[in-house]
């Protein structure tokens, strides 16, 4: 099993104050959270950072690592750009300066460091759809943007309360937006567990409401109603439990 990382950033204003998260899975079983801000900074600076943190964090473990993010900035420029970007001295195609260089220059210096031997994935989640890795990294990159300092969770990942390893099967980055996307299908519930209680929810913003800023929190999307009731189950719960 590879190394996990979901990484986002935010900033209240382009440029504004910013924050960025990190949550890291290692093999064995140990989940780390981590988070930052900058009093003055840009949500792709932050997109980077967040990225950048966990790499370091996991400079001296070998393996495999997924990183996961929502932002296709960061993977097209670490998996395409940045060689056009080093070629042409770090200017861009029209002659200008690339935005981020620093930061670039050391992203590319952690993913160097890994070398073939530790590859890395990368992988695209669509933001605010209910992947609750992603959700969290968002939660956390937020409070920091807004001055906030959220607690940051180090432990077992059994005693977690986010289903991190809930990923949608395709992570391929979206094609460019000329190419028309295929329609997402329709979820057939969100659920989620808050103190205990089960609840279903029509919609992923009611159950962002219920679930957002609650740590312990389970919540997931479901495809049909055997989904649902399968969900349920694991998490200890019957349909006819749910409110």
């Known amino acids: ?6 990484a986002d950033g935010a900033s209240s204003g382009n440029p504004g ?7 890291i899975v290692l093999p064995e079983g140990e989940v780390i959270e981590l988070g930052g801000r900058e009093a003055h900074t840009t949500n ?10 966990a790499l370091r964090k996991i400079a001296a473990v070998p393996g495999e690592v997924q990183v996961l993010t929502d932002s296709v900035y960061v993977i097209r420029g670490i998996t395409e750009w940045r ?26 210096r952690v993913v160097s460091a890994r070398g073939k031997e530790n590859p890395i994935e990368w992988g695209f989640v669509r933001g605010h759809v209910g992947v609750p890795g992603n959700e969290r990294v968002d939660e956390i990159a937020v409070a920091f943007s807004k001055g906030k300092h959220p607690a940051l969770y180090q432990g077992p990942l059994m005693q977690y309360g986010i289903a991190i390893h809930d990923i ?3 992570t391929n980055v979206p094609d460019s937006a000329r190419q028309p996307r295929a329609a997402k299908p329709a979820a057939f519930s969100y659920v989620s567990v808050v103190n205990g209680v ?11 409401a219920r679930v957002k800023g609650r740590p312990a929190a389970k919540f997931k999307r479901t495809a049909s109603a055997s989904d649902e009731a399968s969900i349920l189950d694991s998490w200890g719960f019957k349909v006819s439990q749910i409110k």
């Open 83 to 108: 060689w056009a970007w080093s070629k042409r001295q770090w200017k861009t195609a029209e002659g200008g300066d690339v935005a981020n260089t620093d930061l670039w220059k050391d992203l590319i």
């Open 1 to 6: 099993m590879p190394i996990l990382i979901f």
């Open 44 to 53: 792709n600076r932050m997109e980077l950072m967040g990225v950048i943190a």
């Open 198 to 208: 089960p609840m279903r929810h029509a919609t992923w913003p009611e159950c962002e």
């Open 168 to 170: 949608p099967e395709n």
């Open 17 to 23: 104050p910013g924050g960025w998260g990190s949550i």
